[in-house]
């Protein structure tokens, strides 16, 4: 029997322990998911004290030297709460052990030290697939992720005691992690891996170039935004790297918790439901509209939205949208935070039809599932979207996601065109031109087939029948995988 694949897969977040992002979710179910597949998975974190004081920790190397660090750095072993695989985490109070977002401070703006923090981490991760690793056990595949890893790519390359293969994957190509020229002899690299062909970007450093160039295989989060990305439009100043090497560029779709996000079983929803019997979700509209203030109307669609407020989002096109659609029969209900000025706009405007549109500020995550139960129409507008989780839960909670045709966004929902209903494959709404104009037809059009209700339910079921679990997203990483062992 042959042995199992080992693996190593450094994150900067993981789910349930740190998230802010599509990457902590991620981080949290696909190990779990490629253990039940036989691989020996095993999770590497930087010790945020939201990491510390949620596990029971022991150490396993104490006083490690990396980077001439004149602070301690030890490894500490645990388990993830909720899937129980093995987890490092690397104890370092100077570096990781503050309050709030793992990588930015209160003034919104980067960590100072961010350059420090994470070549540490990515020296560390490295150094566990080489034959001087702290520990016994040595990976066959050290996985990296988004740029916060990147360089562990570069250290392994340049390291002749490694024992492991590299991959990377892009959750979102437009953070390269960039920092001074400087800092290279700092980081114990050497001086010819800062040019064009090595981790030079524009007379930066950018650990997510490191990662794109020296490790042995990229993967990025949807098929289309793998190929999104090697065009200028989308490629952040990357693409004529990932062009160079698309032969070792692959897109694996996201998939979800099924588990966590299933509205039959859901414990943040007061009423719970399933595709053959759907009555608790119009009581999920009635008990939202009545939290946010809405007036509760069966024969209204309501709107959601869940979403960082960011260009990048099209949460910007909304207010035009709003003014386009005065006369449309809709609510609009929308949770999430980020773009000062957008925030600004939104609370004025919400302010002015608060009949039509509830703003909450911030991140709940208990509203998130109340309003992906309660809408009946899930916006996503996005300019670019590596891959997208909302659409997916919407589907699985029978809220018919509206959604620009984008990275994977496009991958995922099939438009309700006149041959879609006809053959029953549709499960949302999709548009092209990022515009408010074009996001207002569309949604004239969910509106106009919510009045519909059985050709309304048709969608519905057949969007929630989809499956989005993470079993044959984990299958294709195990083939490749196994195809960098060959």
């Given at each position: 029997m042959a042995r199992k694949i080992r693996l190593l897969f450094a994150t900067p977040e993981a789910h349930p322990l740190i998230k802010t992002g599509g990457l902590g979710d991620v981080s949290g179910a696909l190990p779990p998911a490629l253990t039940s597949l036989g691989v020996d998975a095993r999770i590497l974190l930087p010790g945020y004290p939201q990491v510390l004081n949620a596990l029971p920790l022991r150490r396993v190397r104490r006083n490690l030297s990396i980077l001439s660090s004149e602070q301690p750095v030890n490894l500490l072993s645990g388990k993830m709460p909720d899937s129980g695989i093995p987890v490092y985490v690397i104890e370092s109070p100077s570096l990781y052990e503050r309050e709030g977002n793992p990588y930015l401070g209160s003034d919104g703006k980067g960590w100072a030290d961010n350059a420090q923090r994470f070549a540490v981490f990515a020296r560390i991760a490295a150094s566990m697939a080489t034959a001087q690793s702290p520990l016994r056990w040595h990976p066959d595949i050290l996985h990296l992720n988004d740029w916060q890893t990147g360089l562990a790519a570069a250290y392994l390359a340049f390291d002749p005691g490694r024992c492991a293969k590299s991959v990377i994957s892009i959750h979102n190509l437009a953070f390269p992690g960039t920092f001074p020229p400087h800092l290279l002899g700092e980081l114990e690299l050497p001086w010819h891996s800062y040019q064009m062909h090595g981790l030079e970007f524009y007379q930066y450093i950018s650990y997510l170039k490191a990662g794109l160039f020296y490790a042995d295989h990229i993967t990025t989060v949807s098929p289309s935004y793998a190929q999104e990305i090697q065009q200028p439009e989308l490629g952040a100043g990357l693409h004529g790297l990932l062009h160079d090497r698309n032969s070792d560029l692959t897109g694996i779709l996201n998939g979800i918790d099924t588990g966590i996000w299933n509205p039959a079983t859901d414990t943040q929803l007061e009423y719970r439901y399933s595709a053959t019997r759907l009555a608790g979700k119009a009581k999920n509209r009635s008990a939202l509209r009545k939290r946010l203030g809405l007036t509760d109307d069966a024969k209204i669609p309501l709107v959601g939205m869940v979403a960082r407020l960011t260009d990048q989002k099209g949460v910007d096109l909304i207010p035009a949208m709003m003014k386009l659609l005065k006369q449309l029969p809709f609510q609009l209900a929308i949770l999430g935070g980020?773009?000062?000025?957008?925030?600004?706009?939104?609370?004025?405007?919400?302010?002015?039809?608060?009949?039509?549109?509830?703003?909450?500020?911030?991140?709940?995550?208990?509203?998130?599932?109340?309003?992906?139960?309660?809408?009946?129409?899930?916006?996503?507008?996005?300019?670019?979207?590596?891959?997208?989780?909302?659409?997916?839960?919407?589907?699985?909670?029978?809220?018919?996601?509206?959604?620009?045709?984008?990275?994977?966004?496009?991958?995922?929902?099939?438009?309700?065109?006149?041959?879609?209903?006809?053959?029953?494959?549709?499960?949302?709404?999709?548009?092209?031109?990022?515009?408010?104009?074009?996001?207002?037809?569309?949604?004239?059009?969910?509106?106009?087939?919510?009045?519909?209700?059985?050709?309304?339910?048709?969608?519905?079921?057949?969007?929630?029948?989809?499956?989005?679990?993470?079993?044959?997203?984990?299958?294709?990483?195990?083939?490749?995988?196994?195809?960098?062992?060959?």
């Amino acid at each position: 029997m042959a042995r199992k694949i080992r693996l190593l897969f450094a994150t900067p977040e993981a789910h349930p322990l740190i998230k802010t992002g599509g990457l902590g979710d991620v981080s949290g179910a696909l190990p779990p998911a490629l253990t039940s597949l036989g691989v020996d998975a095993r999770i590497l974190l930087p010790g945020y004290p939201q990491v510390l004081n949620a596990l029971p920790l022991r150490r396993v190397r104490r006083n490690l030297s990396i980077l001439s660090s004149e602070q301690p750095v030890n490894l500490l072993s645990g388990k993830m709460p909720d899937s129980g695989i093995p987890v490092y985490v690397i104890e370092s109070p100077s570096l990781y052990e503050r309050e709030g977002n793992p990588y930015l401070g209160s003034d919104g703006k980067g960590w100072a030290d961010n350059a420090q923090r994470f070549a540490v981490f990515a020296r560390i991760a490295a150094s566990m697939a080489t034959a001087q690793s702290p520990l016994r056990w040595h990976p066959d595949i050290l996985h990296l992720n988004d740029w916060q890893t990147g360089l562990a790519a570069a250290y392994l390359a340049f390291d002749p005691g490694r024992c492991a293969k590299s991959v990377i994957s892009i959750h979102n190509l437009a953070f390269p992690g960039t920092f001074p020229p400087h800092l290279l002899g700092e980081l114990e690299l050497p001086w010819h891996s800062y040019q064009m062909h090595g981790l030079e970007f524009y007379q930066y450093i950018s650990y997510l170039k490191a990662g794109l160039f020296y490790a042995d295989h990229i993967t990025t989060v949807s098929p289309s935004y793998a190929q999104e990305i090697q065009q200028p439009e989308l490629g952040a100043g990357l693409h004529g790297l990932l062009h160079d090497r698309n032969s070792d560029l692959t897109g694996i779709l996201n998939g979800i918790d099924t588990g966590i996000w299933n509205p039959a079983t859901d414990t943040q929803l007061e009423y719970r439901y399933s595709a053959t019997r759907l009555a608790g979700k119009a009581k999920n509209r009635s008990a939202l509209r009545k939290r946010l203030g809405l007036t509760d109307d069966a024969k209204i669609p309501l709107v959601g939205m869940v979403a960082r407020l960011t260009d990048q989002k099209g949460v910007d096109l909304i207010p035009a949208m709003m003014k386009l659609l005065k006369q449309l029969p809709f609510q609009l209900a929308i949770l999430g935070g980020g773009d000062k000025a957008i925030e600004k706009q939104l609370t004025a405007l919400a302010s002015s039809m608060h009949e039509r549109l509830s703003l909450t500020l911030g991140y709940n995550e208990a509203l998130a599932h109340q309003i992906e139960a309660g809408a009946d129409i899930f916006l996503m507008p996005s300019r670019y979207e590596p891959c997208g989780l909302n659409q997916m839960y919407s589907m699985r909670y029978g809220t018919l996601p509206l959604v620009r045709s984008t990275g994977g966004l496009a991958d995922t929902v099939t438009d309700a065109t006149a041959a879609a209903l006809h053959d029953g494959t549709a499960t949302g709404f999709v548009f092209k031109e990022s515009s408010a104009e074009a996001l207002s037809e569309c949604l004239q059009r969910a509106v106009a087939l919510y009045a519909q209700p059985r050709a309304w339910r048709r969608v519905q079921k057949q969007a929630m029948t989809r499956d989005f679990g993470w079993e044959q997203s984990a299958k294709r990483y195990l083939e490749l995988y196994r195809g960098l062992l060959a």
